[in-house]
């Protein structure tokens, strides 16, 4: 995997995760502790979403997926779900060019149809401009909820059942996994929490079977390419088995 890091920065030749996600949480504790709105903590976030997109890009990760909006925050205050939608139009807005310069696909999981219209225009024209780039797919959760996922996909192929002569055995691991969001990309090999909550909160659950998992305490508005570059480094030294024995001894589990 190509990687291009800064001066000083060494991630050693182990593989790197092809595809990263994160749970980019403690935008309300971060402004929290500063006396400052909720909406804050969400807007120095966003600064942290563009360092980690040009660090994932600069370092050769091929799949960044960003937990933005979950199905249940459509549950905060009005105010927090407006403030959230403006500052997500606003960084579409603002990243379209770099996307399209820096060759990387934006993509969209979750129930896009929920969001508001300005939002989804913006959204598409993203999608559309972005649709051939190669370099490196940015993959942003919005109104995404797995079990909503799962619901959606269990609804589809119930569907073919009934109207497409579909059998009971056709039900297989890799029919499920062509109906949900994430239909064609590999799974996450490393999800990321920040906000140190010890839980996936609804997130990826079926893809991250096998996914390794990483929680750091820094909150999100406070996480930096450096303390990410460490998750790399200590993602390289983990040994993944997928359920197997080790390689190296017998006595694996
Ligand atoms: C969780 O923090 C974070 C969110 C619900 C939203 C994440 C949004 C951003 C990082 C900014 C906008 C996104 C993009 C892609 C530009 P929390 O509010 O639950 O924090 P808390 O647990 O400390 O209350």
Redesign the pocket.
């Known amino acids: 995997m190509k990687s291009n890091l800064m001066q000083g920065e060494s991630l050693g030749l182990k593989t790197l995760p092809r595809h990263i996600a994160i749970i ?7 402004a929290k502790k500063r006396l400052m709105n ?1 909406v804050r ?2 807007e120095q ?2 600064d ?2 563009r360092a980690i997109v040009t660090a994932s890009r600069e370092i050769g990760i091929k799949i960044l997926t ?1 937990y ?3 199905t249940e ?1 459509w549950a905060r205050p009005e105010s927090e779900v407006k403030a ?1 939608m403006g ?2 139009k606003k ?1 579409i807005l603002a990243e379209r060019e770099d996307l399209q310069k820096n060759n990387i696909r934006l993509n969209v999981i979750g129930q896009k149809h929920r969001l508001p219209l300005d939002v989804c225009q913006e959204l598409d024209a993203t999608l559309e401009l972005t649709q051939n780039n190669e370099e490196m797919i940015l993959s ?1 959760a919005l109104s995404y909820g797995s079990r909503e996922e799962l619901t959606m996909a269990m609804q589809k192929i119930a569907v073919k059942i009934a109207s497409k002569g579909l059998s009971p055995d056709d039900i297989t691991e890799d029919l499920v996994t062509a109906h949900l969001y994430t239909s064609g990309m590999p799974d996450p090999d490393l999800i990321i929490r920040t ?1 140190g909550e010890y839980r996936l909160s609804n997130f990826l659950l079926w893809q991250a079977a096998y996914s390794e998992i990483y929680i750091t305490e820094t ?2 508005p406070d996480f930096t390419r450096d303390e990410f570059i460490e998750i790399l480094k200590n993602f390289q030294n983990r040994e993944r088995r997928f359920g197997k024995v080790s390689c190296n001894t017998s006595n694996g589990g």
């Open positions: 980019m949480d403690g935008n309300g504790r971060w909720r903590g969400h976030g966003s942290t979403v960003l933005a909006f979950s925050n959230l500052l997500l960084f942003l906000g909150l999100w």
